[in-house]
């Protein structure tokens, strides 16, 4: 197996039951959602390891060329045009090796979870629709489909019926409503089944969300029928 990608791992517990690969968004780091993991009140017997990747550093051309870190480059305000198709299927390829340590390491593939914010969120969509090992779900937050395309011949029918969990705010100023509802649209026409959820907030997490989440990765164990 190839180098993996930076990343910290976390443990809830002894001989964890699943795994949760978690990505940040632009110009964060994999240290952005630690923190979040005491706030989901999982159960403690539902021991789970955690891994959050760092991006690479990137120039970001929409930020004036910027180096930061991002798991592709944005080129225009609009975010979904002119995506970094090079960019995007490396930072897939990046996801998929971890998937596959965690297969190795005695994970079965339907007990990783992918989750991820704004572009980190992007990429787990991005790699989700696609991998061929059947995953337990897809995180979607604050976020928005790229490389939409190229999905109806690339999605991989292991994981046509993969619960996915798209949340958004309703004032977000950074990935438009608009868009991220065009991307549920579009999944949806594609015959993915997305639970969706709007919150009164900007880009960002809160704690009613954050309470939903808690929620639906215990389902994601439990059952492969996703709770709509």
């Avoid at 990505?23 to 630690?34: N, P």
């Amino acid at each position: 197996m190839s180098k993996l990608i930076k990343h910290l791992e976390l443990l809830t517990g002894p001989e964890p039951k699943g795994t949760i690969i978690w990505m940040h968004g632009l110009g964060a780091d994999c240290w952005d959602f630690v923190s979040i993991v005491k706030e989901l009140y999982l159960p403690d017997d539902l021991p789970l390891r955690f891994i959050f990747p760092q991006a690479p550093t990137r120039p970001i051309t929409v930020n004036r060329g910027q180096a930061m870190p991002g798991w592709y480059d944005i080129s225009m305000a609009e975010l979904e045009r002119k995506p970094d198709e090079a960019g995007i299927r490396e930072s897939q390829a990046f996801i998929d090796a971890l998937i596959d340590r965690e297969v190795a390491r005695g994970i079965a593939a339907d007990k990783i979870i992918l989750a991820g914010f704004s572009q980190g969120g992007a990429i787990a969509l991005q790699t989700g629709l696609r991998q061929t090992q059947a995953l337990a779900g897809i995180l979607a937050l604050s976020t928005y489909l790229t490389l939409g395309d190229s999905l109806p011949k690339e999605k991989a029918t292991a994981n046509a019926h993969i619960p996915i969990l798209m949340a958004h705010g309703t004032q977000d100023s950074v990935v438009p409503l608009a868009l991220a509802r065009a991307s549920r649209d579009a999944m949806i026409t594609q015959g993915f089944k997305v639970a969706w959820r709007e919150y009164p907030m900007q880009h960002a997490l809160c704690a009613e969300e954050v309470e939903e989440i808690g929620g639906w990765i215990q389902a994601r164990f439990k059952s492969r029928i996703v709770l709509a």
